[in-house]
């Protein structure tokens, strides 16, 4: 059952989520067939609160858009559209366009799909996905977008053995999806392997092209791997995204028994030189006796991975697990499992997207550490608990190429907690 | 210059009054437009010979619409909590708006709070079944979760789509809530002007929080604050208006429910933003017979000047407030006549809401700077005066009437070749990426009001100039986003016929 109503949402809608996928592809240029404020809306409530994301080259308020008002809501908006989409093509550089549209569109019933055919025969091309915002939040709309693209664009090709997508990472929603999915680059060229992340610069319409697809999410981005493996018949993994020395070497371990490629080596170097850092910092862990309880509040996928990490390697005990995306029952049993940390070690799980109720579960549970999002300071505040931003809405920090993924991302975030801890001093 | 009357009385009891139609939208309450290209002059003439008609673009990028501009206008009212009756996307910049609720709450020396909102999360059903009780949900939970006094209850384009009877559904739940709910018509598609959403919430606030009959406090003024304006400005207000013996009453941002309701009470209402305080102004006038003078930002010596006037006349303090500005004026002038010495002749471009786009133009034409463009987001008899007034002073000058648009601002730019551009959030990074030093014409950390503004932002100004280097760097590193041939092109190329006024 979806929640009724949210308290203090922390995603934006559809709209939100499929944007800000089709922003972070380069050459793709965005046409929002919507109202005119969605666009602003989405931006600030998607973008920016992610860490301060800017505008990019065509994002913000420069995105191309319908601005659907009530004569288009009235008789129909497919003439503005066709307009919109002409002049578009005229002025703004790009080589894929893609009309994604929004509830008004939805409700009023266009038939967005014949007036983009029109454009087919033209030497650009021009795309669409039916993003609603009311169709869901943004992981939702990142697998709508997405499967819409790669229905429309991608073709069959021949199948590249060292190539491998990377799915699962909603950019914006996860608010350091560029800083991971750079470190999970690094770790799999590392391997020999070609990477594409669709943000990366490699056409989206190569995505047939992989040996393998990997959902660095127990539920996003599973849609889109199936879609790929129905069309193209390859192969997947669902690997919820990996962090630390331990997670991170079983996700390499996994990777080179699926491709059959050595891994041992980039292994034993990556540990040693995470270790090393780990070590600098052992005397203050150990001085200060930090071992502490702990309350994750994020999307399911990071809620595997720190919780993870966090038992795994820094030996801390996890409180409450509280996952704020709405996910599909059918997933949830492997979440449980992913969660079940071994030595009787596990989270209370709390599915949980009304911010009222994480913040009352949250207090009662009186953890010392909280990971969750900017808008937890109030609550961290009146349990007395340390905390990092580091899920959606982050307004408290900037991120740029920061990420905790694989094994350079866990000494950052070792240093932002720990820097969290020793601020007043 | 002419003494304010008094506002015609309505024939209600005060306290009675309470208009349920919804509000008509600027468009058609006040002629507004958001489409315009040409000079200064032309935007001038056009409109005196009423031939000013409204137009469309056939290429236009995304915006603001008066949904969020109406949740703007009332998120930071203290105690209370804010609904948004939509899909949760309508919702979700509320965490940006938490930050100026926040920064604001820290310029004004408290322990910031986090504000409060809940979306009622339409879905693709609900558009089907309808979500009214989603709406009586989310009002008995704000009751119960926060206690507040006064509950916002947006709407949204589905909302208004598929016909949910909001105003319905809060008359039933009002007698179980302790808090007053209130209804805010705003749905985004009904208005090509954003400032309709700052009608929509006052017309909530007037008729639903401030009541009569009120006992008369002859020093307390209203002066209605946009959140775009900051703390520094009003204590500057606070100061002006103090030496005449005069209170400020900021409402709404920030403001306490009783502050709200306090309104009606004042002996004047006057506004920091003639476009934002229009309608609240005129209503309280009317059903109060408070004298409501707002024709311009106190941005700039003579907008300044006319500012105060405007507040004292009507109160009998013409002498106070003569001496107030002769002395006020002397005291900066030193140091404006020091700050002109560096920046006369340079070319500007300004960018604003419809009244700083009269108000900075103003200030800057005071430090000496040349006026080589200015676009306003919209245009309408709010401004007109003030904005012939401009041109009287300033000349002639390429303008623009646009809802953002930085394509149409990119290409201006680009042919006008200004030594700085001044302009709004969101859109003055374009003109960075261009390589053009920028200011923020509204920035929460600076004063720009009353004297002392023209000297701050003069300041800010000689700053700009003294170090470009970030801008031109980034610059360096940006790539054009429109094909090449539009730079040279007419930049009122997508202005079209409208198929219809809204």
């Known amino acids: ?425 | 210059m002419s003494t304010p009357k008094l506002p015609k009385i309505p024939k209600q009891e005060p306290g009675k009054v309470r208009d349920k139609t919804v509000l008509a939208p600027r468009e058609d309450r006040l002629g507004s437009i958001i489409v315009a290209g040409g000079t200064a002059k032309n935007l001038v003439d056009q409109t005196r010979r009423k031939c000013l008609k409204n137009q469309d673009r056939s290429f236009s990028q995304t915006t603001f619409c008066q949904q969020w501009l109406a949740i703007f206008t009332l998120a930071t009212i203290k105690d209370t909590v804010v609904i948004v009756h939509g899909p949760v996307g309508c919702i979700s910049s509320l965490p940006y708006i938490n930050v100026f609720n926040r920064l604001g709450q820290i310029h004004r020396n408290g322990k910031p709070v986090s504000g409060r909102w809940i979306s009622t999360n339409l879905l693709e059903a609900d558009t089907i079944y309808g979500g009214e009780e989603k709406l009586r949900t989310a009002i008995q939970s704000a009751e119960e979760r926060y206690h507040p006094g006064a509950i916002f209850v947006f709407t949204s384009c589905v909302s208004g789509i598929v016909g949910e009877d909001i105003d319905a559904v809060i008359e039933s739940i009002q007698p179980k809530i302790k808090a007053t709910v209130i209804p805010i018509h705003c749905d985004g598609f009904r208005s090509k002007l954003w400032a309709s959403g700052y009608d929509g919430s006052f017309h909530g606030v007037l008729n639903y929080l401030i009541k009569g009959p009120v006992e008369k406090k002859a020093d307390l003024i209203n002066v209605i604050n946009p959140l775009t304006i900051g703390r520094p400005d009003e204590v500057e207000i606070e100061r002006l208006l103090g030496k005449l013996n005069l209170r400020a009453n900021f409402i709404p941002c920030f403001a306490s429910i009783d502050a709200i309701k306090e309104s009606a009470s004042a002996a004047l209402t006057t506004g920091l933003c003639p476009t934002y305080g229009e309608y609240l102004a005129k209503i309280l006038g009317e059903r109060y017979r408070i004298v409501a003078t707002q024709k311009v930002m106190p941005i700039g010596l003579a907008n300044t000047d006319l500012w105060l006037r405007e507040v004292a006349r009507p109160l009998g303090k013409e002498k106070e407030v003569e001496k107030l500005i002769k002395e006020e004026r002397a005291r900066v002038k030193p140091q404006i006549d020091a700050l002109k010495k560096k920046l006369a002749g340079k070319k500007v471009f300004v960018s604003a809401g419809q009244s700083r786009a009269v108000g900075i133009p103003n200030l800057v034409a005071d430090l000496g700077l040349e006026i080589v463009g200015v676009t306003a987001f919209h245009y309408d008899e709010v401004t007109h005066d003030s904005f012939a007034d401009l041109t009287r002073r300033c000349g002639n000058f390429p303008t623009s009437v646009a809802n953002l648009q930085p394509f149409e601002q990119t290409n201006l730019l680009h042919q006008q070749k200004p030594d700085i551009f001044i302009g709004h959030s969101g859109e003055t990074v374009w003109a960075a990426k261009q390589g053009f030093p920028t200011v923020m014409g509204l920035n929460l950390f600076h004063l720009f009001v009353g004297y002392d503004g023209v000297v701050t932002f003069g300041n800010r100004l000689v700053d700009a100039f003294a170090n470009p280097a970030f801008n031109r760097n980034l610059s360096a590193h940006s790539k054009n986003v429109y094909h090449n041939d539009w730079y040279t092109a007419d930049p009122f190329k997508y202005i079209r016929e409208a198929a219809c006024h809204r």
């Not at chain 1, 053995?161 to 990377?166: D, E, F, G, P, T």
């Open chain 1, 1 to 425: 059952m979806p929640p009724v109503i949210l308290d203090t949402p922390r995603h934006s809608c559809a709209l939100g989520g499929a944007l800000s996928t089709v922003s972070a592809i380069t050459g793709f240029v965005p046409i929002l067939h919507a109202g005119p404020g969605c666009g602003g809306q989405v931006f600030y409530g998607q973008n920016f609160t992610s860490g301060y994301r800017g505008s990019g080259p065509l994002g913000g308020v420069s995105i191309p858009s319908t601005n659907t008002y009530e004569q288009e809501v009235v008789f129909g908006g497919e003439g503005r559209l066709r307009e919109q989409i002409r002049t578009t093509l005229e002025l703004v550089k790009g080589d894929t366009y893609v009309v994604l549209t929004g509830c008004t569109v939805g409700l009023i019933g266009d038939d967005v799909r014949a007036v983009v055919q029109e454009f087919k025969s033209g030497k650009t091309r021009v795309v669409y996905a039916e993003t609603p915002g009311f169709k869901g939040g943004s992981n939702e709309g990142y697998e709508i977008v997405l499967n819409a693209l790669i229905d429309q664009l991608a073709t069959k090709k021949p199948k590249i053995k060292s190539r491998v997508n990377i799915l699962g990472i909603v950019p914006s929603q996860d608010v350091f999806w560029q800083g991971n999915l750079s470190e999970i680059e690094r770790i799999l060229t590392s391997l020999g392997l070609e990477v594409n992340t669709f943000f990366n610069g490699i056409p989206l319409e190569e995505a047939g092209a992989a040996a393998l697809n990997i959902v660095l999410s127990p539920w996003v981005g599973i849609s889109v791997a199936e879609n790929l493996k129905k069309r193209f018949g390859t192969p997947y993994l669902v690997f919820p995204l990996p962090v630390g020395a331990t997670d991170t070497t079983a996700f390499v371990k996994k990777i080179g028994t699926t491709l059959k490629i050595k891994t041992a080596d980039i292994i034993k170097e990556e540990e040693r030189r995470l270790y090393q850092y780990i070590d600098r910092i052992s005397d203050f862990l150990v001085d200060f006796d930090v071992q502490l309880h702990f309350a994750t509040v994020s999307d399911a996928g990071d809620a595997v991975a720190l919780n993870r990490f966090l038992v795994a390697d820094l030996g801390w005990l996890p409180s409450v697990a509280v996952v704020t995306d709405q996910v599909p029952e059918k997933y949830r049993a492997a979440i449980h499992k992913s969660l079940n940390l071994g030595e009787g070690i596990t989270p209370k799980i709390l599915y949980e997207s009304d911010s009222w109720k994480i913040w009352e579960a949250v207090e009662k549970e009186k953890p010392a550490f909280i990971l969750g999002s900017s808008l937890d300071k109030d609550t961290a505040e009146r349990i007395g608990a340390w905390r990092l931003s580091i899920s959606f809405p982050v307004t408290d920090r900037v991120v740029l190429d920061r990420g905790y993924a694989g094994y350079r991302g866990a000494t950052t975030l070792i240093e932002d907690m720990l820097s969290a801890i020793v601020a007043p001093f």
